[in-house]
């Protein structure tokens, strides 16, 4: 089953001699509990055409489809309660909130979408990710892999119908970066979660069922 689809996606920054073509005519599509990895130099525009995916920026032309809904018809303010509930994003540098602790992180996008905790569930997520005993803590008090493991969680938490990771490793020693590799993983076949990972590693990336290669804003392999 689909569960992503690009459709000529096209970002262009700037105009005339400032004029920058980011995504020139991106095609391609995702299975339902695929997990892809998208490689490319810096300035590829692999960041670029993830962000769009997922919402955060829109294109200059081409269509995004999520679950078979075109998310650029939603005006911003559905744009944003859709990438709430169906995109989980995990960022480089984490992004968690420094005055909430590590419970209170993960379960965020359930706060700011008015929905009951169910502790059974944060629980389990919690055994899953290895933070039980560091729940309480905050992101200042935990390892880089730690507060990794931490922004996957709020990612998970809503099972959302794709996660987007940026770079997840790029801040972290091998040993972390191979622990949170292994948790993507597991979270792709235990949780059947769709994953889409962004890497400029490529021994990170052959972890993934699938590698789209990207140069120059166009895919030039893996599709």
Avoid: C, W
């Avoid at 922004?151 to 996660?163: D, K, Q």
Wanted: proline share 3%.
């Amino acid at each position: 089953m689909e569960i992503l689809k690009v459709e000529n996606l096209t970002k262009i920054y700037g105009k005339d001699t400032t004029k920058v073509v980011a995504l020139d005519d991106v095609s391609f599509s995702v299975e339902k509990g695929e997990f892809v990895a998208i490689v490319g130099a810096s300035g590829s525009g692999k960041s670029t055409l993830l962000h769009i995916i997922g919402g955060v920026d829109r294109p200059t032309s081409g269509k995004v489809f999520i679950d078979g809904q075109d998310i650029f018809k939603f005006n911003d303010d559905k744009l944003a309660i859709f990438r709430r509930r169906q995109v989980g994003l995990i960022y480089q540098f984490y992004n968690l909130i420094p005055i909430l602790n590590v419970e209170e992180n993960i379960t965020l996008p359930l706060s700011l979408d008015n929905r009951i905790v169910d502790k059974e569930t944060l629980n389990n997520m919690l055994k899953l990710l290895g933070l039980e005993n560091r729940k309480k803590h905050l992101p200042n008090e935990l390892s880089g892999g730690q507060q990794q493991r931490t922004s996957i969680g709020r990612a998970l938490i809503t099972n959302p119908t794709i996660i987007l990771a940026d770079e997840p490793t790029g801040n972290l020693d091998s040993k972390s970066s191979d622990e949170i590799v292994a948790l993507l993983k597991k979270s792709n076949k235990e949780l059947k979660q769709t994953i889409i990972m962004i890497t400029h590693n490529m021994e990170i990336a052959k972890e993934a069922d699938r590698i789209i290669k990207i140069e120059d804003g166009k895919i030039v392999k893996g599709v």
